[in-house]
């Protein structure tokens, strides 16, 4: 996992760090004795077997937090949005698994700034 490091020098006290994906024989070395101070969390995230009224939840506190502004996405903070249209996806998975930094979109139509919620 690319991040691991960095993710552990800005974890806060009682922090967790949610893991999603990878590449085929991805290793996460997390420097033991930091995250065990830290009473840390490294959570595996599989999103099909999260259970729907979770899945419920998140989508509406991450909607709520996007309307607040307290979370962002853009060049302008450091995670970077790879937009490619449906008949592309190949190319999305490509950009995915050559380990694109952002967030990789497919759009489903021409409206280059997609909703949340």
Not at 33 to 53: E, H, I, S
Not at 85 to 111: C, N, S, Y
Request: glycine share 6%.
């Amino acid at each position: 996992m690319t991040n691991a490091a960095t993710d552990a020098a800005m974890l806060a006290m009682h922090g967790c760090v949610a893991l999603y994906a990878g590449t085929a024989g991805d290793e996460v070395r997390v420097p033991l004795r930091p995250m065990m101070a830290l009473n840390a969390r490294w959570q595996f995230v599989l999103l099909y077997t999260v259970p729907a009224a979770a899945k419920a939840i998140a989508i509406e506190e991450v909607a709520a937090a996007a309307v607040d502004e307290a979370i962002a996405v853009g060049d302008e903070v450091g995670l970077p949005i790879h937009r490619f249209p449906l008949e592309r996806t190949a190319d999305a998975h490509a950009a995915v698994e050559a380990g694109a930094v952002g967030k990789v979109l497919v759009t489903i139509d021409d409206d280059p700034a997609p909703s949340i919620g």
